[in-house]
């Protein structure tokens, strides 16, 4: 079985340019979840997603941050104009939402860097 | 709300030795516990969970954790630590109806020495 897909793994680009990164969650969980990972601020979770509905999006930076899930098997989060503080891994986590079943799957992560 | 202290940022151990990483939480009723490991360059993993019943966890890796609500911790041990076990160590907290979501400590860094 498949676990969660992120791409890219790696993204270079330049100060101003639009990013996004993609992920497809393991296939059967219903909640989906966007992380950001520095040195500085550790993990942080950014935005949360509930059977394709974003419960909560406290996380989020900036409104340069945005995030999509169009349907259960692919989400998106978009950076425009994306800047050098923005350089991170960019992590997606999937779970199923049974009784007590709150185990995170996580992908292997996009490294972002913003030159 | 919900929160996570790991008080270690650092800890360098004998292979062979014995480990144990803190983890203190905070919240109202009784949480959900998590140990999760993250390799270099790797997504997380769990390791082990604690929702209710016996207070001793084991998991995955010769791992276990045990849940003390009198003093709101989840330590994590390994009787014999493995220079494979060099990583960094996450404990995460949860509670009943939060839509899974769970709120991450700052993380504890393990090197394994010879």
């Known amino acids: 079985d498949a676990g969660v897909i992120q791409s890219p793994r790696h993204e270079v680009t330049e100060m101003g340019q639009e990013v996004t990164l993609r992920c497809k969650p393991i296939?059967?969980?219903?909640?989906l979840f966007w992380y950001r990972q520095t040195m500085m601020r550790g993990l942080e979770l950014l935005i949360y997603f509930n059977n394709n509905v974003p419960i909560d999006d406290s996380g989020m930076p900036e409104d340069r941050f945005s995030a999509k899930m169009p349907n259960a098997s692919f989400s998106t989060l978009k950076i425009q104009p994306s800047e050098p503080r923005d350089s991170a891994v960019y992590f997606c986590?999937?779970?199923?939402?049974?009784?007590?079943?709150?185990?995170?799957?996580f992908g292997p992560g996009t490294r972002l860097t913003v030159t | 709300a919900q929160s996570v202290t790991q008080p270690d940022i650092h800890i360098t151990v004998s292979e062979g030795a014995s480990l144990e990483l803190r983890c203190n939480y905070s919240?109202?009723?009784?949480?959900?516990l998590f140990w999760y490991v993250q390799s270099p360059g790797q997504g997380l993993q769990l390791l082990l969970k604690y929702f209710s019943g016996d207070t001793l966890v084991q998991g995955i890796k010769g791992f276990e954790a045990e849940f003390k609500r009198s003093q709101s911790s989840f330590n994590l041990r390994k009787p014999s630590v493995h220079w494979s076990d060099a990583a960094e160590y996450f404990c995460a907290v949860g509670y009943s109806g939060g839509y899974q979501k769970v709120t991450f400590g700052t993380g504890t860094k393990l090197q394994v020495i010879p």
């Open positions: 919240y109202g009723a009784t949480p959900y």
């Open positions: 296939s059967g969980h219903n909640s």
């Open positions: 986590a999937s779970s199923l939402a049974e009784q007590q079943y709150y185990e995170q799957y």
